[in-house]
């Protein structure tokens, strides 16, 4: 095996790379910050504390996958880890806005 053709190999591998853990870690950090919401959100309106963290999380797992397969499915990666980090951290924050609200 020659250098070049180690190198077209690893080039080839890099976006796949990236991909799998924009998929299983950024979606990971999406859903996280989903669930936070949900569960500030749902808890302010009314919901009991053990109901609204039930409920938030099997949406998260639902979004999650639908948001595994969207990492795949998408055409630009660059714009997959942007909706992955902002959407995590625009949620994130968002939860502790409303927790603070509550206290």
């Given at each position: 095996m020659n250098?070049?053709?180690t190198l077209s190999r690893a080039s080839l591998a890099l976006p796949l790379?990236?991909?799998i853990t924009?998929?299983?870690g950024g979606g990971y950090v999406f859903c996280w910050g989903f669930?936070?919401?949900g569960?500030?959100?749902f808890y302010a309106s009314g919901m009991s504390f053990h109901?609204?963290?039930h409920f938030s999380g099997m949406l998260g797992v639902?979004?999650?996958l639908v948001v595994f397969c969207w990492t795949f499915a998408a055409k630009r990666l660059a714009r997959?880890?942007?909706v992955l980090l902002v959407g995590a951290g625009v949620m994130t924050g968002a939860a502790a806005l409303v927790q603070r609200a509550m206290l």
């Open positions: 250098t070049s053709t790379i990236l991909r924009a998929a299983v669930v936070a919401l569960l500030a959100g109901d609204a963290e639902l979004l999650y997959v880890w942007a």
